[in-house]
Each structure stands twice: as structure tokens, then as C-alpha cells.
């Protein structure tokens, strides 16, 4: 691989802006294709956009240039064999086999797989007739957490604090499906599941099939409004690391959730390859449970987590595809980070798109803009294409002083309609 390595990103939000604008900056990458990308990518002069984003075209356009490195930022390429497909054409790809990432694509195989090899989680039953699970919604009461049972762009779950939010979620995932939820093949379902008390946290790590490598914590603000009101959205922001994952809450994580899982995937016959998310719910005592699995980095998690990232992400990811994480150590600034997330007007369920994003701030060593939902139009303005839209990400010495430089970015949009939360990382800054 002389001469530097060519690299693809699959995807266009914010989280494959910043995996390609951290694969840019190793030496040995001559040059980083990012598909489809979005007007953030574009506007880069390191990073090139491929207009692709159907599986057997993107493998072909690979092999034809001749690819070093594909890296999968989001699900439904996962899903859908893009794994599979390019590892039979010979080429090398970061992500997990489209039967591995069914731990994310189905939420009931994941809870099935759980429950066999007794890893941590929250109990549950899985429904595909409305009827059948109004009345256990019935008979069970709230709070209760519904979940579609399918790839839903983070948007597939309501945690029901009264029995008619849980009823309105059952009809609006099963009957009216106005999420647009990728149903696996058994159909439209949902998984149900009993609430967990605690704090959230997301515990990403890189497996290559049989050893982990714990990324830096995080967590993430799924709720739309401040004081996590609102509805769930795919995340409003998030900072990194985690207060709540102490030393000793870590340690029983990868001990009881993480590498168990790794073993059992490989037992099944499903040797786990990738990033692989862990979604925790850390009770009041230390325990975690998993609330999900992810079969990527977090959005916004990644945006964070790889500006506190020191080591070379390239040696890394080229150790995970050939088994050898196990001699891999990471490197970490030792500051926070915190991203907030700029939606555009009517996210979650209406994102407004066109508008013009008629100012940005500029970025730095330690403050950068992620582009998410943004695109050139005929005329090379920038404009807002999608629900979240930007991620605005800065480092600092603590929670205060990363807050307080990513709200300065925030400060420097302007986009009409932008909506976005006034406090992110208020749960670690509450820890003092």
C-alpha cells in the first residue's frame, strides 16, 4: 500500500464528516472519498463526494478505484449487505455482515439474542398484532418504552410516561408507520419493554470479530427540548466522556455487556466486526443494562469522541480489519468535548429544507463545525437538507468551558428556524 491509501466513507451526515475529516489528517491517506457526503464534505478540500449511495454501485466504483479502506458510517448500508458485498469483490471494509447487524436492524432479535446468553437488559415482549399489545399495555401500565422494530433513523422508541403515550405509540408504529420505519422481513412489530431508571450513556467500541477496543464515553440528549422534554429525536447533542462511567461501572461493562456479546456473536456462527454501540442505562447503584444496540458510532456521539481522539484513526482501523485490535492502544486529549446539534425548523417529524444557511463560524484546532443535513445547490449556496443539520463541536478544560465554545459556534449560524437544546451536558455539569 505505497503511496498512500485511499479511503471511502459510506455515508452523508455528521458523523461520516467527521470520520472523514479524522481519516484526512493521517499521513497515510493519500485521499478520502466520502459517499454521498453532504455540502460540509463538499466544501472540504481534502475530502471528495461521490453522488453513490446503492450497495452494488458503491462496491463497483471501489473496485474500479481501486479502494484501500471502506468505512461504513451509517445502518442502512449495514443492513442492506454492504459488508457481505464488498468482502466478496475482495476489498477491504470496516462494518459488520448484514446477519452480525441484525442486533441493530431488529430490535427482537436483539432482545432474543440478550435474553439467550443472559446479557443485561430490561425485560420484554415483542408484538405484531395492535390488538395484543394495547392489552398488555393494559395490563401492565406505565411507564413502558415501545420500539419499532426496524432501522428508524434513532426515531423508532417513545418512552411512555402514561398508558396513552404508550397506546398513540403502538398505533403510530404499527398501523400508521408515519416514521417510515424499515420493517424487517417478519413485518411490521414492536418490541415493549419495561422502563429503566438511571442516567443513559453510550459505550462505543471497535471489534474486530474476536478483541475490543473501548472508544472514549459519551453521552448523548435524545430529547428534542431542554430539561429532556419533548420527543425523541436522533440526538441533540452530546459530550465526551461520560461522568457517569466511572472506572468500575466500565469494567463491569465490558466484563457483562460487551465482550460476552462479542463471544456470542462469534458462537452463533456471527463473528461481530465493527463499531459496535452500546446504548446503557446505568441504574442508581452502578448497574447498566443495555437499552440497544448500534451497529455504528453514535451521531452525535462521533462528532466528541473523535475530536478527543489523538491517535492516527487510519492504523486503527486497518488493525481491525485484519484481527489485531489486541495491539492497539488509544491515545485521548484529555479535555471534554461537546457537540451541539442545529436542527432545522419542524425536526423531528417535518424538518424544514432549502433554507439558506447564511453564515458559519469558522473552524479551529479545537472548535468544528459538522455538517449533517446540508447541501450545495445549482448555485453553491450552502443550504439545510435534512432534520439536524450541524453539529457544533469544541473542546474545552471541563464541561463548562467545552459548553460555553460550542454555544459560541452556535452563536455564529445563522439559519432560519434553527432550533437546538440550551443544555447540552447540564447532567455532568449537575455532578459538579
Given at each position: 500500500?505505497?503511496?498512500?491509501?485511499?479511503?471511502?466513507?459510506?455515508?452523508?451526515?455528521?458523523?461520516?464528516?467527521?470520520?472523514?475529516?479524522?481519516?484526512?489528517?493521517?499521513?497515510?491517506?493519500?485521499?478520502?472519498?466520502?459517499?454521498?457526503?453532504?455540502?460540509?464534505?463538499?466544501?472540504?478540500?481534502?475530502?471528495?463526494?461521490?453522488?453513490?449511495?446503492?450497495?452494488?454501485?458503491?462496491?463497483?466504483?471501489?473496485?474500479?478505484?481501486?479502494?484501500?479502506?471502506?468505512?461504513?458510517?451509517?445502518?442502512?448500508p449495514?443492513?442492506?449487505?454492504?459488508?457481505?458485498?464488498?468482502?466478496?469483490?475482495?476489498?477491504?471494509?470496516?462494518?459488520?455482515?448484514?446477519?452480525?447487524?441484525?442486533?441493530?436492524?431488529?430490535?427482537?432479535?436483539?432482545?432474543?439474542?440478550?435474553?439467550?446468553?443472559?446479557?443485561?437488559?430490561?425485560?420484554?415482549?415483542?408484538?405484531?398484532?395492535?390488538?395484543?399489545?394495547?392489552?398488555y399495555?393494559?395490563?401492565?401500565g406505565?411507564?413502558?418504552?415501545?420500539?419499532?422494530?426496524?432501522?428508524?433513523?434513532g426515531?423508532?422508541?417513545?418512552?411512555?410516561?402514561?398508558?396513552?403515550?404508550?397506546?398513540?405509540?403502538?398505533?403510530?408504529?404499527?398501523?400508521?408507520?408515519?416514521?417510515?420505519?424499515?420493517?424487517?422481513?417478519?413485518g411490521?412489530?414492536?418490541?415493549?419493554?419495561?422502563?429503566?431508571?438511571?442516567?443513559?450513556?453510550?459505550?462505543?467500541?471497535?471489534?474486530?470479530?474476536?478483541?475490543?477496543?473501548?472508544?472514549a464515553?459519551?453521552?448523548?440528549?435524545?430529547?428534542?427540548?431542554?430539561?429532556?422534554?419533548?420527543?425523541?429525536?436522533?440526538?441533540?447533542?452530546?459530550?465526551?466522556?461520560?461522568?457517569?462511567?466511572t472506572?468500575?461501572?466500565?469494567?463491569?461493562?465490558?466484563?457483562?455487556?460487551?465482550?460476552?456479546?462479542?463471544?456470542?456473536?462469534?458462537?452463533?456462527?456471527?463473528?461481530?466486526?465493527?463499531?459496535?454501540?452500546?446504548?446503557?442505562?446505568?441504574?442508581?447503584?452502578?448497574?447498566?443494562?443495555?437499552?440497544?444496540?448500534?451497529?455504528?458510532?453514535?451521531?452525535?456521539e462521533?462528532?466528541?469522541?473523535?475530536?478527543?481522539?489523538?491517535?492516527?484513526?487510519?492504523?486503527?482501523?486497518?488493525?481491525?480489519?485484519?484481527?489485531?485490535?489486541?495491539?492497539?492502544?488509544?491515545?485521548?486529549?484529555?479535555?471534554?468535548?461537546?457537540?451541539?446539534?442545529?436542527?432545522?425548523?419542524?425536526?423531528?417529524?417535518?424538518?424544514?429544507?432549502?433554507?439558506?444557511?447564511?453564515?458559519?463560524?469558522?473552524?479551529?484546532?479545537?472548535?468544528?463545525?459538522?455538517?449533517?443535513?446540508?447541501?450545495?445547490?445549482?448555485?453553491?449556496?450552502?443550504?439545510?437538507?435534512?432534520?439536524?443539520?450541524?453539529?457544533?463541536?469544541?473542546?474545552?478544560?471541563?464541561?463548562?468551558?467545552?459548553?460555553?465554545?460550542?454555544?459560541?459556534?452556535?452563536?455564529?449560524?445563522?439559519?432560519?428556524?434553527?432550533?437546538?437544546?440550551?443544555?447540552?451536558?447540564?447532567r455532568?455539569?449537575?455532578?459538579?
Amino acid at each position: 500500500m505505497s503511496g498512500g491509501l485511499r479511503i471511502l466513507v459510506v455515508g452523508g451526515g455528521g458523523r461520516e464528516h467527521a470520520l472523514a475529516w479524522k481519516l484526512a489528517q493521517s499521513p497515510q491517506a493519500a485521499q478520502v472519498f466520502v459517499a454521498p457526503g453532504n455540502g460540509g464534505t463538499a466544501r472540504d478540500p481534502r475530502l471528495t463526494n461521490v453522488p453513490l449511495s446503492d450497495v452494488a454501485a458503491l462496491r463497483d466504483w471501489a473496485r474500479e478505484q481501486r479502494i484501500d479502506l471502506t468505512v461504513v458510517g451509517p445502518e442502512a448500508p449495514l443492513a442492506a449487505g454492504i459488508v457481505d458485498a464488498f468482502r466478496a469483490a475482495g476489498l477491504r471494509i470496516f462494518g459488520p455482515t448484514q446477519a452480525a447487524a441484525r442486533l441493530e436492524s431488529s430490535k427482537a432479535f436483539a432482545k432474543a439474542f440478550m435474553q439467550r446468553h443472559g446479557i443485561p437488559t430490561a425485560a420484554h415482549e415483542t408484538f405484531a398484532d395492535a390488538a395484543a399489545a394495547h392489552a398488555y399495555v393494559e395490563r401492565v401500565g406505565a411507564p413502558i418504552v415501545v420500539k419499532a422494530d426496524g432501522l428508524a433513523a434513532g426515531k423508532g422508541v417513545v418512552v411512555a410516561m402514561t398508558a396513552a403515550e404508550a397506546h398513540e405509540a403502538i398505533d403510530f408504529m404499527l398501523l400508521d408507520n408515519r416514521l417510515g420505519v424499515q420493517h424487517n422481513a417478519e413485518g411490521a412489530r414492536v418490541v415493549i419493554e419495561s422502563y429503566l431508571e438511571g442516567e443513559e450513556a453510550s459505550f462505543i467500541v471497535l471489534v474486530d470479530g474476536e478483541h475490543v477496543l473501548p472508544l472514549a464515553t459519551s453521552q448523548d440528549h435524545k430529547r428534542l427540548l431542554d430539561g429532556d422534554a419533548g420527543p425523541n429525536t436522533g440526538g441533540m447533542g452530546a459530550y465526551s466522556p461520560a461522568p457517569v462511567v466511572t472506572p468500575e461501572v466500565h469494567a463491569r461493562v465490558m466484563r457483562d455487556i460487551i465482550e460476552p456479546t462479542v463471544r456470542a456473536m462469534a458462537a452463533e456462527g456471527t463473528p461481530y466486526t465493527g463499531f459496535l454501540y452500546a446504548g446503557l442505562m446505568i441504574a442508581p447503584d452502578g448497574t447498566p443494562r443495555t437499552l440497544e444496540f448500534n451497529c455504528r458510532m453514535g451521531d452525535p456521539e462521533t462528532q466528541p469522541i473523535l475530536m478527543r481522539l489523538r491517535s492516527d484513526l487510519v492504523p486503527v482501523l486497518l488493525a481491525a480489519t485484519e484481527g489485531r485490535l489486541d495491539q492497539v492502544t488509544l491515545q485521548w486529549d484529555e479535555r471534554v468535548a461537546l457537540g451541539v446539534v442545529v436542527a432545522a425548523e419542524g425536526y423531528p417529524l417535518n424538518p424544514r429544507k432549502g433554507d439558506v444557511i447564511e453564515a458559519l463560524p469558522a473552524d479551529g484546532d479545537d472548535a468544528m463545525v459538522f455538517h449533517a443535513g446540508t447541501a450545495l445547490d445549482a448555485t453553491g449556496r450552502l443550504v439545510a437538507s435534512g432534520g439536524r443539520v450541524l453539529c457544533c463541536t469544541a473542546l474545552g478544560t471541563d464541561v463548562a468551558a467545552a459548553r460555553a465554545r460550542a454555544y459560541a459556534l452556535v452563536d455564529g449560524v445563522r439559519l432560519a428556524g434553527m432550533q437546538y437544546r440550551r443544555d447540552i451536558g447540564h447532567r455532568a455539569l449537575a455532578r459538579g
